[in-house]
């Protein structure tokens, strides 16, 4: 117990102790599986939610949600969840770092949030910059043997035709 207030204690020193309003709740579909895409600040996208404190980002069933939140870009805490149609909650484990290609994660079949990250797409395809943050859901057998683009794609066909530029 001792160990976990000092643990306590020394986080509050080096990062703040106000988390509630740095911590985000993460809601998916069920059984999906691949890249979601957030893309934050926009006035025409879903209002902000929260729940005891935390900003909640519901994913819609194609993984990208526009919202009108700004999600954070200091040290925060973020929780993902799978939802079933009767609202159960399923807690994902997150990994931040690389899944080795070996026959092990191969078999694996069960869900992980992979590596969130905060990009930019621009192109001339598209009429400005987007902000966004971005991560992988869905087993690490899928991830290794997915091919990514197609997630960029789906992203970028999706702007496209929302013209997102704010």
């Not at 931040?96 to 992980?112: E, G, H, L, W, Y």
């Not at 910059?129 to 992988?136: A, G, L, M, R, T």
């Not at 087993?139 to 290794?144: E, F, N, P, Y």
Request: hydrophobic share 40%.
């Amino acid at each position: 117990m001792r160990a976990l207030n000092a643990w306590a204690i020394t986080a509050c020193f080096l990062f703040g102790c106000g988390m509630a309003s740095n911590t985000e709740v993460h809601l998916l579909p069920a059984g999906f599986q691949g890249d979601v895409f957030i893309v934050p600040g926009i006035a025409a996208g879903v209002s902000p939610q929260r729940e005891n404190g935390a900003a909640v980002f519901n994913i819609p069933a194609d993984g990208i949600l526009v919202t009108q939140d700004h999600l954070s870009t200091e040290w925060n805490f973020s929780q993902f969840y799978y939802v079933r149609p009767s609202g159960e909650r399923q807690r994902l484990e997150y990994e931040p770092s690389s899944i080795p290609d070996t026959s092990s994660n191969r078999a694996n079949k069960a869900p992980v949030v992979w590596f969130k990250r905060t990009g930019t797409i621009s192109g001339i395809d598209l009429p400005c910059s987007v902000n966004f943050v971005q991560y992988y859901v869905g087993s690490r057998a899928h991830l290794l043997s997915r091919i990514p683009d197609s997630d960029e794609l789906r992203f970028r066909v999706f702007l496209k035709k929302r013209h997102l530029c704010e």
